[in-house]
């Protein structure tokens, strides 16, 4: 390889350098809120980075825990329900969803912590957050545990059964960047909005 690149071996680093590396190259990553419901009946709100989607036929999303011991709430209650809603992360509710991402227990609501309003799923017992312009409510198909050591993760695959789209960004399902404003994770504490883009067409090949 050409010198001006540093070649690192992550079995010979910490798995923290190997953490940065991941969230410092994989930028921006689209930004997951998690809601879920536990087997008692307890709202958790979670955000997940390291999230996307997968395919559209079915749609399908996915996002990854970082293992832990105890579990990520999130994770158990996904788990135990196989049920879970993505609220999608607006400049607006930038503030509320880091609130969410503190390590309370299973016994506090996120919701409440943030002041985000639970509204009724339809097809899912989670509630979405009204706050958020596009939710999906996802029924689990498959989780993956990849690894179960300590900075391992487990992937968590849903299907879409319902997208709820405020109707004054979307058209035709078409969902307007730039009032959408969804924000996106950087490495470190970092984040970026999504209001500088640039358009660029796909090369055509005749055949
Ligand atoms: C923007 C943002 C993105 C995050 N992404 C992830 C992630 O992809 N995977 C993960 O395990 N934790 C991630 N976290 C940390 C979790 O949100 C945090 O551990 C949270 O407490 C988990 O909540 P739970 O125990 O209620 O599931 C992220 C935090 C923030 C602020």
């Known amino acids: 390889m050409v010198e001006t690149k540093l070649a690192i071996d992550p079995a010979a680093h910490a798995p923290a350098d190997a953490y940065k590396l991941l969230i410092g190259a994989i ?16 709202y958790n709100l979670a955000p997940f980075s390291f999230f996307n989607a997968v395919c559209s036929e079915p ?5 990854a825990s970082g293992a832990r011991r105890p579990e990520k ?6 788990r135990a329900t196989g049920e879970f ?17 503190g390590d309370y227990p299973p016994e506090v609501d996120e919701f409440a912590i943030a002041r985000l309003t639970p509204a009724a799923s339809e097809l899912v017992k989670p509630p979405c957050v009204l706050e958020s312009p596009v939710n999906m409510e996802c029924k689990v198909i498959q989780i993956v545990d990849v690894s179960t050591r300590p900075a391992g993760g487990s992937v968590v695959f849903g299907e879409v059964v319902r997208f709820h789209v405020d109707a004054s960004m979307v058209q035709n399902f078409r969902i ?9 994770r950087m490495g470190g504490t970092g984040y970026t909005r999504t209001r500088e883009r640039f358009e660029m067409a796909r090369p055509r090949l005749s055949s």
């Open 27 to 42: 930028v921006p990553r689209p930004i997951g809120f998690i809601s879920t419901i536990s087997p008692e009946g307890v």
């Open 73 to 78: 709430d999130t994770l158990a209650n996904v």
């Open 59 to 63: 749609p399908v999303v996915l996002f």
């Open 176 to 184: 307007d960047p730039e009032k959408l404003r969804a924000i996106g």
């Open 85 to 101: 809603v993505v609220n999608i992360v607006t400049e607006a509710i930038a503030e509320q969803m880091n609130l969410t991402s």
